[in-house]
Nanobody, 114 residues
């Protein structure tokens, strides 16, 4: 399994970005998907998750502003981020979880200017 995240960039505070993460292989539809983010010097933190059945969960910091979704036909998970603020600046990573195995993609940088 390989994961490729893209869609990051520079945006002004209050703006929006939509991240995508495309997976290879055949287990995407039966896997849970996650978005994490990491700021230099800090631990990677979970932002949002979506189960293979479509149930979602969000960190408090993302609740009401971010939306995670998935398209199993395209083997892609998305993170729609609205009302961005400078505290959302980080490298965003997607993760695929299948049984006891986790697969990580390379991150995509999101920078929110004030």
């Amino acid at each position: 399994v390989q994961l490729q995240a893209f869609g990051g960039g520079l945006v002004q505070a209050g703006g929006s970005l939509k991240l995508s993460c495309a997976a290879s292989g055949s287990i995407f539809s039966i896997s849970n998907m996650y978005w994490y983010r990491q700021v230099p010097g800090k631990q990677r933190e979970l932002v949002a998750s979506i189960t293979r059945d479509g149930s979602t969960n969000y960190a408090d910091s993302a609740q009401g502003r971010f939306t995670i979704s998935r398209d199993n036909a395209k083997k892609t998970v998305y993170l729609q981020m609205n009302s961005l603020n400078p505290e959302d600046t980080a490298v965003y990573y997607c993760k695929l979880g299948h049984w006891l195995q986790d697969y990580w993609g390379k991150g995509t940088q999101v920078t929110v200017s004030s």
